[in-house]
C-alpha cells in the first residue's frame, strides 16, 4: 500500500526543489551576456561583508566597481581597507565656536552620495544642526502665567526661550550666521562604543568596526526600521525612494561601508568618512568647517587633536545618562 507523503516531508522536499532552482537559475545568470542581470543575481547569494574570506571581498568589491561605473558613467573606487591597529577614532566638537552656517552639511552630502531629491523622502541629510534661541528669567513676566496673577500651572517665563531650547529647529534660512540670539548644536551619528542599534537589528547588518565607526552592509540591511528606532541620537535615514543622485554630482571615491551608492528601502548613516580616514584624512565635515569648530583624531594617540581636547577642555557627552558611551564629545573653552 502507498505511503501518504505527510505534510513535514512534502514542506522538505518543496524546500530543497525552490533552493535546487534558485542555484540553477543563479548559475545560468551568471553565465549571462547581460552583465547588469548576472551583477545583480549574484549581489543576492553574497555573505554579510563581515563574514566574507579576503577573496570573498575582493570578488563583491570589483562587481560594485563595474556597476557603478556603467550607471555612473566614471570610473568608480570601491574601497575594502580594513580597521588599522592601533586606531580608535573619536570626534570632538567646539559648540561654542559653531556658527550655524551648515557647510559641514553640505559638504558631507556631496562626499558621502547622498540623495538630493526635492520630493517628500528624497533628501537625506546626515549631520542635524539645530538653532536654539537663547534667553533668560525675567521678573516682569513672574505673574503673567496661567493662571493669571498665580503663576502655579504655567510661569509666564515658559512663553519664551529661558537659556537654551533644546527642541531647536532643524532647517532655518538665516541671512546672515551667526545670528546674535542663536547657538548652534550640530548632531550626527555618535560611534557609540555600546551602540543599541546594533544590539536590536535581526539580521546583524549593522555593526561596529574595530576602529570605532558603526557601519551597515547595505546589501543585507531589510530596511525594518528597528536600528532607527533604537538611535537615541536620530541619527538614522532610510531610503523611501530610490535615491537622487546625478550622474555628475556622485563622488566615484567611495568605500564598501561607506559611502558607495545605496539602494531603496535601505538605512544609512555616518561614518565618519571611512574612505577618506582609513587613509590619514580628516572627514569632510572636519575639513570644510570655517571655523575650525571640528577635530577629529586617534583616541589611542596621547598627541592626537581629539586626545588633548578630552584632556584640557570642558567635555561633555550627549545623553551620557543612557550609557551609549559615544565616541562624539561636545566641548567648549
Same mark, same amino acid.
Given at each position: 500500500?502507498?505511503?501518504? =507523503?505527510?505534510?513535514?516531508?512534502?514542506?522538505?522536499?518543496?524546500?530543497?526543489?525552490?533552493?535546487?532552482?534558485?542555484?540553477?537559475?543563479?548559475?545560468?545568470?551568471?553565465?549571462?551576456?547581460?552583465?547588469?542581470?548576472?551583477?545583480?543575481?549574484?549581489?543576492?547569494?553574497?555573505?554579510?561583508?563581515?563574514?566574507?574570506?579576503?577573496?570573498?571581498?575582493?570578488?563583491?568589491?570589483?562587481?560594485?566597481?563595474?556597476?557603478?561605473?556603467?550607471?555612473?558613467?566614471?570610473?568608480?573606487?570601491?574601497?575594502?581597507?580594513?580597521?588599522?591597529?592601533?586606531?580608535?577614532?573619536?570626534?570632538?566638537?567646539?559648540?561654542?565656536?559653531?556658527?550655524?552656517?551648515?557647510?559641514?552639511?553640505?559638504?558631507?552630502?556631496?562626499?558621502?552620495?547622498?540623495?538630493?531629491?526635492?520630493?517628500?523622502?528624497?533628501?537625506?541629510?546626515?549631520?542635524?544642526?539645530?538653532?536654539?534661541?537663547?534667553?533668560?528669567?525675567?521678573?516682569?513676566?513672574?505673574?503673567?502665567?496661567?493662571?493669571?496673577?498665580?503663576?502655579?500651572?504655567?510661569?509666564?517665563?515658559?512663553?519664551?526661550?529661558?537659556?537654551?531650547?533644546?527642541?531647536?529647529?532643524?532647517?532655518?534660512?538665516?541671512?546672515?550666521?551667526?545670528?546674535?540670539?542663536?547657538?548652534?548644536?550640530?548632531?550626527?551619528?555618535?560611534?557609540?562604543?555600546?551602540?543599541?542599534?546594533?544590539?536590536?537589528? =535581526?539580521?546583524?547588518?549593522?555593526?561596529?568596526?574595530?576602529?570605532?565607526?558603526?557601519?551597515?552592509?547595505?546589501?543585507?540591511?531589510?530596511?525594518?526600521?528597528?536600528?532607527?528606532?533604537?538611535?537615541?541620537?536620530?541619527?538614522?535615514?532610510?531610503?523611501?525612494?530610490?535615491?537622487?543622485?546625478?550622474?555628475?554630482?556622485?563622488?566615484?571615491?567611495?568605500?564598501?561601508?561607506?559611502?558607495?551608492?545605496?539602494?531603496?528601502?535601505?538605512?544609512?548613516?555616518?561614518?565618519?568618512?571611512?574612505?577618506?580616514?582609513?587613509?590619514?584624512?580628516?572627514?569632510?565635515?572636519?575639513?570644510?568647517?570655517?571655523?575650525?569648530?571640528?577635530?577629529?583624531?586617534?583616541?589611542?594617540?596621547?598627541?592626537?587633536e581629539v586626545s588633548k581636547v578630552l584632556a584640557r577642555k570642558n567635555?561633555?557627552?550627549?545623553?551620557?545618562?543612557?550609557?551609549?558611551?559615544?565616541?562624539?564629545?561636545?566641548?567648549?573653552?
Open positions: 500500500m502507498a505511503t501518504q =507523503p505527510s505534510r513535514r516531508s512534502f514542506l522538505r522536499s518543496s524546500g530543497m526543489l525552490s533552493l535546487s532552482s534558485l542555484m540553477g537559475t543563479g548559475a545560468l545568470m551568471a553565465a549571462s551576456d547581460d552583465a547588469k542581470a548576472s551583477i545583480e543575481w549574484a549581489e543576492h547569494f553574497q555573505k554579510n561583508y563581515r563574514l566574507m574570506t579576503q577573496d570573498e571581498k575582493n570578488e563583491a568589491r570589483l562587481r560594485l566597481e563595474k556597476r557603478h561605473a556603467a550607471e555612473y558613467g566614471k570610473k568608480v573606487s570601491v574601497d575594502i581597507t580594513e580597521a588599522q591597529p592601533g586606531v580608535l577614532m573619536g570626534y570632538a566638537l567646539n559648540i561654542r565656536k559653531c556658527i550655524g552656517c551648515r557647510r559641514c552639511v553640505k559638504a558631507c552630502v556631496e562626499e558621502n552620495n547622498q540623495s538630493r531629491g526635492d520630493k517628500p523622502g528624497e533628501r537625506i541629510e546626515w549631520i542635524q544642526v539645530l538653532r536654539m534661541e537663547r534667553g533668560e528669567f525675567t521678573g516682569e513676566k513672574m505673574n503673567q502665567g496661567y493662571p493669571e496673577g498665580l503663576g502655579i500651572q504655567v510661569g509666564g517665563n515658559a512663553y519664551s526661550p529661558s537659556g537654551v531650547q533644546m527642541e531647536g529647529q532643524h532647517y532655518y534660512e538665516p541671512k546672515a550666521v551667526p545670528e546674535k540670539e542663536a547657538t548652534y548644536m550640530p548632531i550626527a551619528c555618535m560611534q557609540c562604543e555600546k551602540p543599541p542599534c546594533v544590539k536590536v537589528c =535581526p539580521v546583524r547588518t549593522t555593526y561596529r568596526e574595530a576602529d570605532g565607526p558603526v557601519v551597515i552592509d547595505y546589501n543585507w540591511c531589510i530596511g525594518c526600521k528597528m536600528c532607527m528606532n533604537a538611535c537615541p541620537y536620530w541619527a538614522r535615514r532610510f531610503n523611501l525612494t530610490t535615491p537622487v543622485l546625478p550622474k555628475e554630482a556622485m563622488n566615484p571615491v567611495t568605500h564598501y561601508l561607506g559611502n558607495r551608492p545605496r539602494m531603496r528601502g535601505v538605512v544609512e548613516k555616518c561614518h565618519w568618512c571611512l574612505q577618506r580616514t582609513r587613509h590619514g584624512r580628516y572627514p569632510a565635515c572636519v575639513e570644510v568647517c570655517p571655523v575650525g569648530a571640528r577635530k577629529f583624531g586617534n583616541l589611542l594617540d596621547p598627541e592626537s567635555v561633555f557627552r550627549l545623553k551620557a545618562e543612557l550609557n551609549t558611551f559615544p565616541k562624539f564629545f561636545y566641548f567648549y573653552d
